[in-house]
């Protein structure tokens, strides 16, 4: 897939933070296993660059945005909410919505923890088809599938032979994390490592993964 094709790239709104570390992952891999380009700021590593200008040129080159709000409410009383997401789907949807005839095809996905928790952040929000998964990364996984699916149904072409089942792109998931914990050569990498991983690398991975995948000869038939 080219770096210029928007109608590919995903721009990615979600936090950064170690307690959804795993989620994100989830995403990116879901994006590449279904032949999307996930897009974050946190991908480019420029100290000179303001990150809101970063965010506004993705958000611009991107046909899809996926906007996850369910760590947008207080976690408790006096916590402070993320505001991160919110303002980052206001770019984007006013993008969607004040842009260019290319800019007005854009496609956003909203993600909520609780079904309409999201309303209590954002009360504005009471349009749409948000797709609330319980924080169950599984679940998650499958919810960005199934609005992929639908998108694809309503594009020319329709949906690829190829394109996943539920049970099979879970199954995807599970195969490349037990391959990315094990070194080529055998070692497992420490949970250090696995932890610091970037997110460019870990894209590199799942890339690398799909590849070796496919390049494992079939099984001979039987006599």
């Known amino acids: 897939m080219s770096r210029g094709d928007f109608e590919r790239k995903v721009f990615v709104d979600c936090p950064f933070s170690p307690d959804y570390?795993?989620?994100?992952?989830?995403?990116?891999?879901?994006?590449?296993r279904l032949g999307f380009e996930?897009?974050?700021?946190?991908?480019?590593?420029?100290?000179?660059?303001?990150r809101i200008e970063e965010i506004k040129n993705l958000i611009s080159g991107c046909r899809h945005g996926i906007h996850d709000l369910s760590l947008s409410v207080a976690a408790k009383a006096g916590?402070?909410?993320?505001?991160?997401?919110?303002y980052e789907l206001g770019l984007d949807l006013g993008t969607r919505w004040f842009g260019n005839s290319k800019l007005r095809r854009k496609v956003t996905?909203?993600?909520?923890?609780?079904?309409e928790?999201?309303?209590?952040?954002?009360?504005?929000?009471n349009f749409g088809?948000?797709?609330?998964?319980d924080g169950v990364t599984d679940t998650l996984i499958c919810e960005l599938r199934d609005h992929f699916y639908a998108f694809l149904s309503s594009e020319p072409g329709a949906v690829p032979m190829a394109f996943p089942s539920h049970d099979e792109l879970l199954d995807d998931w599970t195969r490349f994390v037990a391959w990315l914990q094990r070194r080529a050569d055998g070692p497992l990498r420490s949970a250090a490592e696995l932890e610091r991983m970037q997110i460019l690398e870990f894209v590199h991975k799942i890339t690398e993964w799909l590849g070796?995948?496919?390049?494992?000869?079939?099984?001979?038939?039987g006599p």
């Not at 996905?109 to 079904?115: A, P, S, T």
């Not at 928790?117 to 929000?125: F, I, N, V």
């Not at 088809?129 to 998964?133: G, T």
Request: proline residues 11%.
């Open 21 to 32: 570390r795993e989620r994100l992952r989830a995403i990116v891999f879901v994006l590449v």
């Open 38 to 50: 996930p897009c974050l700021a946190s991908q480019r590593s420029d100290s000179g660059h303001p």
């Open 79 to 86: 916590a402070p909410t993320r505001m991160n997401m919110p």
């Open 109 to 115: 996905l909203v993600l909520e923890n609780k079904r």
């Open 117 to 125: 928790s999201a309303k209590k952040a954002l009360s504005d929000m």
């Open 129 to 133: 088809d948000l797709r609330a998964y």
């Open 212 to 221: 070796a995948r496919h390049a494992v000869p079939a099984p001979r038939p």
